[in-house]
Nanobody
Framework: VQLQASGGGLVQTGGSLRLSCAAS????????TGWFRQAPGKEREFVAA????????YYADSVKGRFTISRDNAKNTVYLQMNSLKSEDTAVYYC???????????????????WGQGTLVTVSS
C-alpha cells in the first residue's frame, strides 16, 4: 500500500482544513487508517483512526469534537476534516494504514504497516 497525504497549508486560528490520504496498491478498504502528527521537537502522536471492518472512529482527546475522520472506499481515500484549529495543531500530519484486528493498537505508531510522506499544517494566531 502506498499512501499520499495532502491538503495541508497555512490557516488562521479558528479556521478549517481537510486533509486527504489517497492509497494505491492493495485493497485499501481492508486497512484501518490512522492520522498522526508530529510537531517540531515532539514525538509523533495519534490524532484519529477509522476501522476498516466496522467503520468505528477513534480520536485523541485533544481533537475530539473538532476533527472528523472519514473514508471513501470507492476512492481509496481517507479524510481528516479539521475545524476550530488552534496554534497547537501545527504539525506535520501523517496518514498510516494497518491490518490488525480489534482496536487495541490503533493509537500506537509502531503497529501501523504503511506510512505516507506527511503534509504540513500551520495554524497562525
Amino acid at each position: 500500500v502506498q499512501l499520499q497525504a495532502s491538503g495541508g497549508g497555512l490557516v488562521q486560528t479558528g479556521g478549517s482544513l481537510r486533509l486527504s490520504c489517497a492509497a494505491s496498491g492493495r485493497t485499501f478498504s481492508r486497512y484501518t487508517t490512522g492520522w498522526f502528527r508530529q510537531a517540531p521537537g515532539k514525538e509523533r502522536e495519534f490524532v484519529a483512526a477509522i476501522s476498516w471492518s466496522s467503520g468505528a472512529t477513534y480520536y485523541a482527546d485533544s481533537v475530539k469534537g473538532r476533527f472528523t475522520i472519514s473514508r471513501d472506499n470507492a476512492k481509496n481515500t481517507v479524510y481528516l476534516q479539521m475545524n476550530s484549529l488552534k496554534s497547537e495543531d501545527t504539525a506535520v500530519y501523517y496518514c498510516a494504514a494497518g491490518s490488525r484486528g480489534g482496536s487495541w493498537w490503533v493509537r500506537r505508531t509502531d503497529e501501523y504497516d504503511y506510512w505516507g510522506q506527511g503534509t504540513l499544517v500551520t495554524v497562525s494566531s
